[in-house]
């Protein structure tokens, strides 16, 4: 009686594990169907942005074409290759560093073109503006493929001049990009690491004068919708192409050279 009864239990015990396999199958299907379309929203995504136009004339048409901001396109691409990749974050279906890659490469400067910032650096730096009431504060940066950073801080043109001259106060330092998770990627975080040096307006002494400045280290966060990308005079913006590294064509001319020797 025993023995019947255990395989009577055995075979009804069959199908419930067929069944429990058979929707673990199912839940695994779904999840890797899920997962391969999220991965191919994001680089759909990846690849929109890649194509859409970084900059775009002054709405008011000022200083030309050597003038431009970034394009209402870019930002709306952006903004939708942000949201796909907080979707591939929490999947973890795919590194989500790529989308941060590619921006740093399409805001990066050539090196005849740089950024302009004007109304947010008087607002970064409000004792300098009150020495630049005819034209105001400007900050010029240069945002370097490399990831290095040369920056400045003056008037923005000799309606400024104070007693002595013209002043600025500039350093080097590092950028990156934001990540996604902390910010809009339009925004970029400057790491002046030796801070500022120059000549600046006096903090003693008769107003108007200049003396020798030595700000400290400081960290900068510029929103690039803030700015203005501006080309260096006598250039066009046929210049203003970063030539990408080609290692295929740099490993054929070696092979060649090799074989020619």
Request: proline share 4%; aromatic share 4%.
């Amino acid at each position: 009686m025993s023995a019947a009864a255990g395989t009577m239990r055995s075979a009804s015990l069959q199908p419930r594990w067929k069944a429990r396999v058979r929707l673990e199958d199912q839940r695994q299907a779904a999840f890797r169907s899920a997962a391969e379309g999220l991965e191919e929203l994001f680089v759909n995504a990846l690849a929109a942005l890649e194509e859409s136009h970084v900059f775009e004339p002054l709405p008011d048409g000022g200083s030309g074409a050597s003038t431009r901001c970034l394009s209402e396109a870019f930002v709306a691409a952006l903004s939708d290759a942000v949201d796909k990749v907080r979707l591939v974050e929490v999947s973890e279906i795919a590194d989500a560093s790529d989308l941060a890659e590619l921006v740093a490469r399409q805001l990066a400067n050539s090196e005849v073109s740089s950024y302009e910032q004007r109304r947010a650096a008087a607002m970064s730096w409000p004792r300098y503006a009150l020495c630049c009431p005819a034209r105001g504060l400007c900050a010029r940066f240069r945002l370097a493929p490399s990831g290095l950073v040369t920056y400045s801080l003056g008037p923005s043109d000799a309606g400024d001049e104070l007693d002595g001259g013209l002043w600025q106060i500039s350093g080097e330092g590092c950028w990156r990009v934001l990540a996604a998770d902390r910010g809009c990627l339009t925004e970029v975080v400057l790491e002046m690491r030796q801070g500022l040096e120059g000549t600046g307006p006096s903090k003693e002494g008769s107003p108007g004068t200049i003396c020798n400045i030595c700000e400290p280290p400081c960290i900068l966060r510029i929103d690039l919708r803030d700015c203005i990308r501006v080309l260096d005079e006598g250039a066009d913006l046929e210049d203003d192409e970063i030539e990408e590294w080609d290692e295929e064509g740099d490993e054929e001319g070696d092979a060649e050279g090799e074989e020619e020797d």
